[in-house]
Protein backbone atom coordinates (compact mmCIF):
# COMPACT_ATOMS: atom_id res chain seq x y z
CA UNK A 1 0.00 0.00 0.00
CA UNK A 2 2.94 2.12 0.50
CA UNK A 3 3.25 5.49 -2.50
CA UNK A 4 5.73 7.12 -3.89
CA UNK A 5 5.12 10.59 -2.31
CA UNK A 6 6.24 12.53 -5.39
CA UNK A 7 3.87 10.79 -7.74
CA UNK A 8 0.98 11.26 -4.80
CA UNK A 9 1.08 14.86 -2.86
CA UNK A 10 4.20 16.08 -3.86
CA UNK A 11 5.93 18.61 -3.08
CA UNK A 12 3.74 17.93 -0.17
CA UNK A 13 5.55 16.84 3.19
CA UNK A 14 3.49 17.86 6.02
CA UNK A 15 0.49 18.51 6.69
CA UNK A 16 -1.13 20.27 9.81
CA UNK A 17 -4.83 19.73 10.28
CA UNK A 18 -7.41 21.60 12.74
CA UNK A 19 -9.65 19.50 14.87
CA UNK A 20 -12.75 21.29 15.12
CA UNK A 21 -14.87 21.70 12.04
CA UNK A 22 -12.24 20.04 9.92
CA UNK A 23 -10.91 16.34 11.21
CA UNK A 24 -13.73 16.16 13.42
CA UNK A 25 -17.56 15.25 12.69
CA UNK A 26 -20.18 17.22 14.35
CA UNK A 27 -20.35 14.69 17.02
CA UNK A 28 -16.47 15.18 17.83
CA UNK A 29 -15.36 11.93 16.18
CA UNK A 30 -13.10 11.05 13.47
CA UNK A 31 -15.15 9.41 10.61
CA UNK A 32 -14.21 6.92 8.81
CA UNK A 33 -13.50 8.66 5.44
CA UNK A 34 -11.63 11.31 7.14
CA UNK A 35 -9.11 8.39 8.75
CA UNK A 36 -8.90 6.88 5.66
CA UNK A 37 -7.65 10.23 4.11
CA UNK A 38 -5.03 10.79 6.99
CA UNK A 39 -4.02 7.05 6.52
CA UNK A 40 -3.42 7.92 2.81
CA UNK A 41 -1.34 10.27 3.40
CA UNK A 42 0.50 8.77 5.82
CA UNK A 43 1.14 5.90 3.51
CA UNK A 44 2.88 8.46 1.42
CA UNK A 45 5.37 9.52 3.42
CA UNK A 46 3.89 12.65 4.82
CA UNK A 47 3.82 13.71 8.19
CA UNK A 48 0.97 14.20 10.04
CA UNK A 49 0.90 17.07 12.46
CA UNK A 50 -2.54 18.09 14.34
CA UNK A 51 -3.23 21.85 15.14
CA UNK A 52 -5.78 23.10 16.82
CA UNK A 53 -7.19 25.83 19.81
CA UNK A 54 -8.00 23.29 21.85
CA UNK A 55 -5.37 22.47 24.78
CA UNK A 56 -2.71 19.65 24.60
CA UNK A 57 -4.88 17.30 27.19
CA UNK A 58 -7.90 17.82 25.02
CA UNK A 59 -6.08 16.95 22.05
CA UNK A 60 -4.52 13.83 23.42
CA UNK A 61 -7.25 11.22 22.84
CA UNK A 62 -7.35 12.30 19.41
CA UNK A 63 -3.69 11.65 18.59
CA UNK A 64 -3.11 8.59 20.37
CA UNK A 65 -5.87 7.34 18.56
CA UNK A 66 -4.01 8.20 15.17
CA UNK A 67 -0.77 6.58 16.01
CA UNK A 68 1.10 7.66 13.12
CA UNK A 69 0.50 11.33 14.64
CA UNK A 70 4.15 12.32 16.14
CA UNK A 71 3.52 16.34 16.84
CA UNK A 72 0.89 18.68 17.57
CA UNK A 73 0.16 22.14 18.03
CA UNK A 74 -2.22 23.36 20.77
CA UNK A 75 -3.63 26.10 22.31
CA UNK A 76 -3.99 28.36 19.18
CA UNK A 77 -0.49 27.97 18.60
CA UNK A 78 1.38 29.10 22.07
CA UNK A 79 2.70 25.63 22.52
CA UNK A 80 4.06 23.05 19.99
CA UNK A 81 5.43 19.49 20.82
CA UNK A 82 5.59 15.90 20.37
CA UNK A 83 2.66 13.97 21.45
CA UNK A 84 4.10 12.43 24.38
CA UNK A 85 5.26 15.46 25.56
CA UNK A 86 8.70 14.89 26.10
CA UNK A 87 10.18 17.61 23.98
CA UNK A 88 8.80 20.81 23.78
CA UNK A 89 9.27 22.77 20.16
CA UNK A 90 7.41 26.01 20.90
CA UNK A 91 5.88 27.72 24.01
CA UNK A 92 4.44 31.20 24.24
CA UNK A 93 3.00 32.23 27.49
CA UNK A 94 1.32 35.72 27.82
CA UNK A 95 2.76 38.72 30.10
CA UNK A 96 1.00 38.25 34.18
CA UNK A 97 -0.11 42.06 33.39
CA UNK A 98 -1.57 41.41 30.02
CA UNK A 99 -3.34 37.93 31.65
CA UNK A 100 -4.68 39.60 34.54
CA UNK A 101 -6.31 42.90 32.22
CA UNK A 102 -8.09 40.18 29.61
CA UNK A 103 -9.50 38.09 32.97
CA UNK A 104 -10.68 41.68 34.40
CA UNK A 105 -12.07 42.74 31.23
CA UNK A 106 -14.27 39.74 31.15
CA UNK A 107 -15.42 39.46 34.48
CA UNK A 108 -16.55 43.30 34.51
CA UNK A 109 -18.62 42.55 30.80
CA UNK A 110 -19.93 39.27 32.79
CA UNK A 111 -18.49 36.82 30.43
CA UNK A 112 -17.75 33.10 31.34
CA UNK A 113 -13.62 32.61 31.05
CA UNK A 114 -11.56 29.20 30.49
CA UNK A 115 -7.87 30.06 31.19
CA UNK A 116 -5.19 27.83 29.22
CA UNK A 117 -1.86 27.32 31.24
CA UNK A 118 0.89 24.79 30.99
CA UNK A 119 -0.61 22.91 34.03
CA UNK A 120 -4.16 22.28 32.72
CA UNK A 121 -7.45 24.19 32.19
CA UNK A 122 -8.72 26.89 34.41
CA UNK A 123 -11.88 28.31 34.88
CA UNK A 124 -13.21 31.11 37.30
CA UNK A 125 -17.13 30.64 37.43
CA UNK A 126 -19.66 27.88 36.38
CA UNK A 127 -22.61 28.27 34.56
CA UNK A 128 -24.18 26.76 31.04
CA UNK A 129 -21.31 28.43 29.12
CA UNK A 130 -18.45 26.76 31.25
CA UNK A 131 -20.66 23.38 30.87
CA UNK A 132 -21.15 23.93 27.13
CA UNK A 133 -16.76 24.28 26.61
CA UNK A 134 -15.83 20.85 29.10
CA UNK A 135 -18.46 19.01 26.66
CA UNK A 136 -16.60 20.69 23.74
CA UNK A 137 -13.20 20.00 24.87
CA UNK A 138 -14.14 16.60 26.97
CA UNK A 139 -12.31 18.04 30.16
CA UNK A 140 -13.81 19.53 33.03
CA UNK A 141 -11.56 23.07 33.81
CA UNK A 142 -10.90 23.22 37.57
CA UNK A 143 -12.05 25.93 39.53
CA UNK A 144 -10.09 28.66 41.10
CA UNK A 145 -9.76 32.23 41.55
CA UNK A 146 -8.56 35.40 39.62
CA UNK A 147 -5.31 35.51 41.94
CA UNK A 148 -4.49 31.59 42.12
CA UNK A 149 -4.85 31.36 38.22
CA UNK A 150 -1.91 34.43 37.32
CA UNK A 151 0.95 32.22 39.33
CA UNK A 152 0.59 29.53 36.60
CA UNK A 153 2.10 29.92 32.93
CA UNK A 154 -0.90 31.38 31.24
CA UNK A 155 -1.26 30.35 27.47
CA UNK A 156 -4.47 32.60 26.48
CA UNK A 157 -7.57 33.32 28.14
CA UNK A 158 -11.06 32.58 26.60
CA UNK A 159 -14.29 34.30 26.26
CA UNK A 160 -17.77 32.41 26.07
CA UNK A 161 -21.06 34.20 25.61
CA UNK A 162 -23.91 34.74 23.57
CA UNK A 163 -23.14 35.74 20.05
CA UNK A 164 -24.74 38.94 20.27
CA UNK A 165 -22.68 39.94 23.28
CA UNK A 166 -19.24 39.16 22.57
CA UNK A 167 -20.40 41.30 19.05
CA UNK A 168 -20.78 43.76 21.62
CA UNK A 169 -17.94 43.60 23.53
CA UNK A 170 -15.56 42.93 20.38
CA UNK A 171 -16.06 46.24 19.78
CA UNK A 172 -14.95 47.72 22.54
CA UNK A 173 -11.51 49.62 23.12
CA UNK A 174 -9.74 46.90 24.89
CA UNK A 175 -10.22 44.37 22.34
CA UNK A 176 -10.19 46.44 19.55
CA UNK A 177 -6.98 48.15 20.11
CA UNK A 178 -5.34 45.34 22.29
CA UNK A 179 -1.77 44.63 21.09
CA UNK A 180 -2.70 40.99 22.59
CA UNK A 181 -3.25 37.89 19.74
CA UNK A 182 -7.21 38.37 19.93
CA UNK A 183 -9.38 35.86 17.59
CA UNK A 184 -12.98 34.80 17.08
CA UNK A 185 -12.45 31.20 17.02
CA UNK A 186 -16.44 30.60 16.97
CA UNK A 187 -19.58 32.55 17.11
CA UNK A 188 -19.29 31.81 21.12
CA UNK A 189 -15.81 31.98 22.00
CA UNK A 190 -13.02 35.07 21.81
CA UNK A 191 -9.66 34.32 22.52
CA UNK A 192 -6.52 36.61 23.92
CA UNK A 193 -3.00 35.40 24.01
CA UNK A 194 0.29 36.92 23.13
CA UNK A 195 1.06 38.55 20.33
CA UNK A 196 3.75 35.93 19.75
CA UNK A 197 1.13 33.02 19.30
CA UNK A 198 -0.55 31.29 16.05
CA UNK A 199 -0.79 28.30 14.55
CA UNK A 200 2.29 29.61 12.07
CA UNK A 201 4.03 30.89 14.56
CA UNK A 202 4.36 27.35 16.47
CA UNK A 203 4.23 25.26 12.86
CA UNK A 204 7.64 27.06 12.01
CA UNK A 205 10.21 25.70 14.25
CA UNK A 206 8.04 22.22 14.85
CA UNK A 207 8.44 21.90 10.56
CA UNK A 208 12.21 23.28 10.64
CA UNK A 209 12.88 20.83 13.68
CA UNK A 210 11.68 17.94 10.83
CA UNK A 211 13.71 19.45 7.88
CA UNK A 212 10.51 20.78 5.89
CA UNK A 213 10.13 24.42 4.57
CA UNK A 214 7.47 26.23 4.55
CA UNK A 215 6.09 25.72 0.82
CA UNK A 216 5.90 21.86 1.66
CA UNK A 217 3.34 21.97 3.89
CA UNK A 218 -0.04 21.80 3.68
CA UNK A 219 -2.82 23.01 6.09
CA UNK A 220 -6.53 22.36 6.70
CA UNK A 221 -9.12 24.39 8.47
CA UNK A 222 -12.05 26.14 8.97
CA UNK A 223 -11.85 29.12 11.67
CA UNK A 224 -10.15 32.90 11.77
CA UNK A 225 -7.06 30.98 13.93
CA UNK A 226 -5.94 28.93 10.78
CA UNK A 227 -5.60 32.06 8.10
CA UNK A 228 -1.97 32.44 9.86
CA UNK A 229 -1.00 28.73 8.95
CA UNK A 230 -3.03 29.48 5.83
CA UNK A 231 -0.52 32.07 4.98
CA UNK A 232 2.56 30.31 6.23
CA UNK A 233 2.16 27.10 4.57
CA UNK A 234 2.69 26.26 0.70
CA UNK A 235 -0.70 24.77 -0.32
CA UNK A 236 -4.47 25.26 1.88
CA UNK A 237 -7.57 24.12 1.84
CA UNK A 238 -10.47 25.71 3.78
CA UNK A 239 -13.77 23.48 4.33
CA UNK A 240 -17.00 23.72 2.92
CA UNK A 241 -18.35 25.32 5.94
CA UNK A 242 -15.55 27.99 7.02
CA UNK A 243 -15.77 31.18 7.81
CA UNK A 244 -15.75 33.79 5.15
CA UNK A 245 -12.15 34.93 6.47
CA UNK A 246 -10.22 31.32 6.08
CA UNK A 247 -12.08 30.98 2.84
CA UNK A 248 -10.63 33.94 0.93
CA UNK A 249 -7.09 32.73 2.16
CA UNK A 250 -7.05 29.62 1.07
CA UNK A 251 -5.86 27.86 -1.67
CA UNK A 252 -9.16 26.69 -2.33
CA UNK A 253 -12.14 25.50 -0.42
CA UNK A 254 -13.37 21.95 -0.09
CA UNK A 255 -16.11 20.84 -2.14
CA UNK A 256 -19.37 21.02 -1.04
CA UNK A 257 -20.93 17.64 1.01
CA UNK A 258 -20.96 16.12 4.84
CA UNK A 259 -19.00 17.74 7.40
CA UNK A 260 -18.11 14.23 8.97
CA UNK A 261 -16.14 13.88 5.44
CA UNK A 262 -14.78 17.27 4.71
CA UNK A 263 -11.62 16.89 5.69
CA UNK A 264 -10.93 13.85 3.13
CA UNK A 265 -12.92 15.81 0.25
CA UNK A 266 -10.11 18.80 1.34
CA UNK A 267 -7.23 15.52 0.49
CA UNK A 268 -9.27 14.97 -2.86
CA UNK A 269 -8.95 18.27 -4.11
CA UNK A 270 -4.80 18.80 -3.08
CA UNK A 271 -4.12 15.80 -4.79
CA UNK A 272 -6.32 17.10 -7.83
CA UNK A 273 -4.54 20.51 -7.30
CA UNK A 274 -0.91 19.18 -7.80
CA UNK A 275 -1.67 16.86 -10.41
CA UNK A 276 -2.98 19.34 -12.48
CA UNK A 277 -0.25 21.40 -11.65
CA UNK A 278 2.29 18.44 -12.56
Not at 245 to 272: H, I, N, W, Y
Request: charged content about 20%; proline content about 5%; aromatic content about 10%.
Amino acid sequence: MSQNPASTFHPIKAVAIDLDGTLLSPDHTISEENRAAIETLHASGVEIILASGRHYQSMLPYAKSLPMVRYMVSAQGAYASDVDNSQTLYVSHMPTDDADAAITFGEEHGLSIVVYTAAGLFTLSKGKWIDFYASLAGLDPTFTTHEEVLKEHIFKVVYFGEEEKLDEVQQLDFLSKSQLYTVRSMTNIYEQADPKTSKAAALKPLIEHLGIQASELATFGDGNNDIPMFEFSGFSAAMDRAWDGPKAAATLVTPDGPPESSFARAVQAMQTHYRKLA
